[in-house]
């Protein structure tokens, strides 16, 4: 009879309560987490994969023949070989990160609060706050966008969008200039009702405090009570000063920071993961979570191979428990003609 030796199948803990618990509070929850506003799911089969980008200009195109699209009778039906929809197949490949902490048995053994949801947790808002700083990296970066569509607020505007006054309404005139120029290169399959405006706190603070705003604010009846913002008529503003709906673009301010330093770095501190003096109108079509394999205008998706798995690992020799959370996504701008990104808004 062969020699057995024990194997390591009780080192492994299971914890699937506790990653529905972060997919919920964490990589689903819209309320507390802005990401969840401007971006697209996509659970993926794979890690690695293709979806298609369909030219928009298509969709629009009117025969430029001698007759158009025209069919006199007693004549054959007009072919359309040369007017099949063009598009391209673009590849993409989920990255896997792991976010981990330890902790000794004994802490988890007298421990009389739940210790291991709460370093669950801890590393659930970890693993948020990469995904945020991940997607950021992305669609603020101006080579992934057609270079029309990264503009200036002066080329948009004619001026600084902080120098807008309710008779030169620039933060109006660079939103609707960019749904515009969305609209014109979707075909009008992304229209103004469709976009947001996305931009971090420092900007909104000092879009916030433009004569744009606040002349238009003082000109209202109940201007006290939106100034308080306390009151049922300050309710539409959000915590930075702006209206939710900022001429009807729902305004979503990414304010979540990251820390880019080692532990005991003398330098480290908060940055904000989306940059500042930049908006970017964009679009997301749906609600949060997509299927694979359909076609979409959202300007980002997020391709999730592994969402956010939290794991639990024993080793009885040292008596500690290895806690760790697995996320393996990617993100890309699969429509890049759905957004406009506006670079230098105040100077």
């Excluded at 673009?90 to 004994?106: A, E, G, M, V, W």
């Excluded at 603020?140 to 200036?152: E, F, G, N, Q, R």
């Amino acid at each position: 009879m062969a020699i057995g030796y024990p194997g390591n199948i009780n080192t492994y803990i299971p914890t699937l309560e506790l990653s529905g618990n972060l997919m919920v509070g964490f990589s689903r929850n819209i309320a507390d987490f802005p990401l969840n506003r401007y971006i697209t799911v996509t659970p993926v089969k794979l890690p690695f994969g293709a979806y298609l980008y369909f030219n928009p200009l298509d969709l629009g195109r009117v025969r430029n023949k001698p007759n158009g699209a025209k069919w006199a009778p007693g004549t054959l039906r007009p072919t359309g070989f040369q007017d099949n929809l063009g598009f391209e197949e673009k590849q993409f490949r989920c990255t896997r990160y792991n976010h981990s902490n330890t902790l000794d048995n004994l802490s988890v053994d007298v421990a009389n609060w739940p210790i291991q949801k709460v370093n669950s947790e801890a590393l659930g808002q970890e693993a948020m706050t990469e995904r945020a700083w991940q997607v950021c990296n992305v669609i603020s970066d101006s080579t992934k966008y057609a270079a029309s569509h990264v503009v200036t607020a002066s080329s948009l505007a004619g001026g600084f969008l902080d120098g807008g006054t309710t008779s030169d309404p620039r933060i109006y005139t660079a939103f609707s200039s960019a749904a515009t120029l969305i609209q014109k290169d979707t075909m009008g399959r992304v229209r103004q009702g469709d976009l947001f405006a996305l931009m971090n706190n420092n900007t909104a603070l000092k879009l916030s405090r433009s004569r744009e705003i606040r002349e238009y604010v003082m000109q209202q009846q109940n201007s006290r009570g939106m100034i308080a913002m306390k009151s049922p008529e300050g309710a539409w503003l959000n915590r930075y000063g702006l209206p939710e709906d900022l001429y009807s673009y729902p305004v979503i301010v990414e304010d979540t920071y990251y820390n880019g330093s080692n532990r005991g770095n003398a330098s480290e501190g908060g940055s904000n993961v989306f940059p500042d003096n930049t908006i970017l109108v964009g679009v997301r079509k749906g609600g949060l979570e997509s299927s694979e394999g359909m076609a979409s205008y959202s300007t980002c998706h997020l391709f999730i191979y592994e969402d956010m798995t939290v794991e639990a690992h024993l080793d009885p020799r040292h008596r500690v428990l290895f806690m760790d959370v697995a996320d393996h996504y990617t993100p890309e701008i699969v429509a890049p003609v759905s957004a406009v990104l506006i670079q230098n808004v105040f100077s």
